[in-house]
Structures are given as structure tokens and as C-alpha cells.
């Protein structure tokens, strides 16, 4: 097996890292243990994103990243791998409109190519 790197584009830096919520990191890292295991590409596209034509304020508080589902990531690895994580986190920590279920993690086109989005809840509390 290969050992990928995590790719970024130009406007992620490490430092965003650091803005993340923890609870994201967990599954953010959740994720890049599944694409390392089946040698697939994690390819940063959002993180801290200040724009103020972002319809949410996720990426910008630290509650959303973004991550290319390029043609490696096929159906089936876009399945397992939205499952598990929503599985084991969906519940605590996920977030949803009205009259859905909670999730940490959808595959989708938003208009810019299909990509992976990964968002927690707002106002968590790990530890008490």
C-alpha cells in the first residue's frame, strides 16, 4: 500500500487545524484512518472559510470541513465510510434541518463537484 498524503488547496493552512472545533478533528481524523486503510486521497477543499457570500457560518466557526470525493472514492468507500462515521457519531454530535436525522458526514454536488461535508453542532460541550 501506498502512503498518501493529506492534500490541500492553496487556502488551507496548518493553522486552521487549530480554529477547528475538537469533536470535528475526531471525525475529521476518523476519516483520514478510512482513507489511509484503503489507500484513498483526502484532499482538503474548505476549512476556515471567512467568505461573506457563505450562506452558513460552519466553515467559519469551525463546525465544517470539506473534502474532494475525486474518482478513487468510489460509491461503495463513499458509503461505508458516511455510514460508519454517522453511525458512531451522528447521534451526539451531528446536526440537521427540521424532520431529519442527524449526521457528521454527507457525499453531495453543492454546485462545485461532489465532495464530502463534514459539520458538527453548534454549542458542544465534551467535557463537563
Same mark, same amino acid.
Given at each position: 500500500?501506498?502512503?498518501?498524503?493529506?492534500?490541500?488547496?492553496?487556502?488551507?493552512?496548518?493553522?486552521?487545524?487549530?480554529?477547528?472545533?475538537?469533536?470535528?478533528?475526531?471525525?475529521?481524523?476518523?476519516?483520514?484512518?478510512?482513507?489511509?486503510?484503503?489507500?484513498?486521497?483526502?484532499?482538503?477543499?474548505?476549512?476556515? $472559510?471567512?467568505?461573506?457570500? !457563505? %450562506?452558513?457560518?460552519?466553515? =467559519? *466557526?469551525?463546525? +465544517?470541513?470539506?473534502?474532494?470525493?475525486?474518482?478513487?472514492?468510489? $460509491?461503495?468507500?463513499?458509503? !461505508? %465510510?458516511?455510514?460508519?462515521? =454517522? *453511525?458512531?457519531? +451522528?447521534?451526539?454530535?451531528?446536526?440537521?434541518?427540521?424532520?431529519?436525522?442527524?449526521?457528521?458526514?454527507?457525499?453531495?454536488?453543492?454546485?462545485?463537484?461532489?465532495?464530502?461535508?463534514?459539520?458538527?453542532?453548534?454549542?458542544?460541550?465534551?467535557?463537563?
Amino acid at each position: 500500500m501506498r502512503n498518501k498524503t493529506i492534500l490541500k488547496s492553496a487556502e488551507i493552512s496548518i493553522g486552521d487545524f487549530l480554529k477547528i472545533e475538537p469533536m470535528l478533528g475526531v471525525v475529521f481524523y476518523h476519516f483520514v484512518q478510512y482513507a489511509v486503510e484503503y489507500d484513498l486521497p483526502v484532499v482538503i477543499t474548505s476549512m476556515i $472559510d471567512e467568505a461573506p457570500n !457563505r %450562506v452558513s457560518s460552519t466553515h =467559519n *466557526e469551525g463546525r +465544517a470541513i470539506d473534502i474532494r470525493a475525486s474518482k478513487e472514492w468510489t $460509491d461503495l468507500h463513499t458509503v !461505508r %465510510v458516511c455510514n460508519k462515521l =454517522n *453511525e458512531l457519531y +451522528a447521534r451526539k454530535y451531528g446536526t440537521a434541518p427540521a424532520e431529519k436525522k442527524p449526521r457528521v458526514i454527507i457525499c453531495h454536488d453543492a454546485g462545485t463537484g461532489k465532495h464530502f461535508h463534514l459539520q458538527i453542532r453548534r454549542n458542544l460541550i465534551l467535557f463537563k
